[in-house]
C-alpha cells in the first residue's frame, strides 16, 4: 500500500532519536524516534483492545511505540507498575503534540488481549483531536470508567485531555457512547464487584495468576525468551523464574501462538484471600 501511494515507510530503530524532558522518576532522559519530530503532522493510530495487564490501551498507551528499539523493554521492567508507566506515557505526550487520533474499532479485540484475546466485530471508528478524551468513550463503550483504567491515572492527573465524560461532546453517527453488548473484559478485572474493597478485590484476582508456558502449544519461536525484559524465561526448559518475573505480560503480549497463559496461582491467591477476610470480613 505504501508503494502504490508513493508512501515513505520510517524504521523508528534506525532514523535516530531527540532526547526529550521528562516529569517522572523513571530516568534522566527521555528518548523519542526522530521521524516523530521531522513530521508536519503526526496522527496516532491506535486500535481498539483490551490489554492483560493494563485492562484497556488506546490513543494514551499508542505512543508507547515511540521509543525505539530494546528502550522498550527497559521501560517494561524499570515501570512494571502500571500508574508509573503511565507517567511516561504522559511525558510522551508532552513531548511529542500529536494532531490528531483516530482509533479503528472496526474489529475491537476483547478478553486477553492484546494478542490472546478475541476478535469483536464493534463497527467503530473514533477519530479525536485530544487523545485521553477518545479514552474516555472508548472505555465508557466497554462498560469501564476511565477511573478503573491505573495506565491513564497520570493523564488525568496532568491535564494530558479531558476525561471527564460530561464535558466531552459526541458528534458524527451518535450523541453519546455506544454500549459494546456482551463485550469481554481481561479476567483480572472483575467489573461485577461494586463494593467498597473493589480495589483489593482486583489485587487479589491480579495476584491470582501469572503467565505459564504451554509446551504443547508452544511452537519453540523464542519470541517470549527474547521480549522478556528480565531474562526470567529458560531458553531451553521454557520455565519461568517467578522470582525475577516482574509480571510485564511481554511474554503473553508477544506470543503469537498463545503458547504463553495465565494461570492461577493458588498460593498466592490463597495467602491473599486469608489476608482480606481477616482485616475486611
Not at 461485577?192 to 503467565?211: C, S
Request: charge should be positive.
Amino acid at each position: 500500500m505504501a508503494l502504490s501511494e508513493g508512501a515513505q515507510i520510517k524504521n523508528f530503530d534506525r532514523e535516530g532519536v531527540v532526547e526529550c524532558s521528562i516529569t517522572s522518576n523513571y530516568g534522566d532522559r527521555l528518548y523519542l524516534a526522530k521521524p516523530v519530530f521531522d513530521a508536519d503532522l503526526v496522527i496516532n493510530l491506535p486500535k481498539f483492545k483490551t490489554h492483560t495487564a493494563g485492562i484497556y490501551t488506546g490513543a494514551i498507551k499508542n505512543v508507547f511505540g515511540f521509543i525505539p528499539g530494546l528502550k522498550k523493554a527497559e521501560y517494561h521492567k524499570l515501570l512494571p507498575d502500571p500508574k508509573n508507566f503511565g507517567s511516561m506515557l504522559a511525558d510522551i505526550h508532552e513531548n511529542s503534540k500529536i494532531a490528531l487520533h483516530i482509533m479503528d474499532g472496526i474489529t475491537a479485540m476483547q478478553g486477553e488481549g492484546p494478542t490472546a484475546g478475541d476478535v469483536y466485530n464493534a463497527k467503530k471508528i473514533l477519530i479525536s483531536e485530544d487523545p485521553l478524551a477518545l479514552d474516555t468513550v472508548a472505555a465508557k463503550m466497554i462498560g469501564l470508567d476511565i477511573k478503573d483504567i491505573p495506565i491513564l491515572t497520570a493523564a488525568r492527573e496532568r491535564n494530558i485531555g479531558q476525561w471527564e465524560l460530561e464535558n466531552i461532546q459526541i458528534c458524527g453517527d451518535y450523541n453519546s457512547p455506544p454500549v459494546l453488548v456482551n463485550f469481554k473484559l481481561p479476567k483480572k478485572f472483575n467489573s461485577k464487584k461494586k463494593q467498597n474493597y473493589k480495589a483489593l478485590i482486583k489485587v487479589i484476582d491480579f495476584l491470582k495468576t501469572r503467565p505459564k508456558i504451554n509446551l504443547s502449544t508452544c511452537r519453540k519461536c523464542n519470541m517470549c525468551v527474547e521480549s522478556c525484559p528480565v531474562g526470567a524465561i529458560d531458553k531451553e526448559t521454557k520455565k519461568i523464574d517467578y522470582s525475577k518475573c516482574i509480571e510485564c505480560m511481554c511474554c503473553h503480549e508477544l506470543c503469537r501462538y498463545k503458547a504463553v497463559e495465565l494461570k492461577k496461582d493458588n498460593m498466592i491467591a490463597g495467602l491473599m484471600t486469608k489476608l482480606y477476610r481477616g482485616k475486611y470480613k
